[in-house]
């Protein structure tokens, strides 16, 4: 059986929290570009994201991706509920 794509993040805290999703739901994963996040001297580039490196992907096995999918789906805030992005200035982006 393969692994399947759930979530492709550069976003430390939304991997953060589809990690705890999928524990909690007892759905065993593996995370694919996280161990060489660092690795370039170009880092995170303060944003989580490295350019070399790629966004942090989360795999499941075939049989549990529809369900983990669904959960991830239903646990996920919307774009539209979350915070505004604040520039240098304090003021929303």
Aim: aromatic share 6%.
């Amino acid at each position: 059986m393969g692994l399947v794509t759930v979530l492709e993040t550069g976003d430390p805290s939304e991997l953060g929290f589809a990690e705890s999703v999928l524990q909690q739901a007892g759905i065993p994963f593996v995370k694919k570009g996280d161990s060489c996040r660092s690795c370039s001297r170009w880092g995170r580039l303060g944003t989580g994201f490295n350019p070399i490196a790629g966004p942090v992907v989360l795999l499941v096995s075939e049989d549990q991706a529809e369900a983990a999918a669904q959960l991830l789906e239903e646990s996920m805030p919307d774009e539209k509920e979350k915070p505004a992005e604040w520039d240098q200035d304090g003021e929303p982006e």
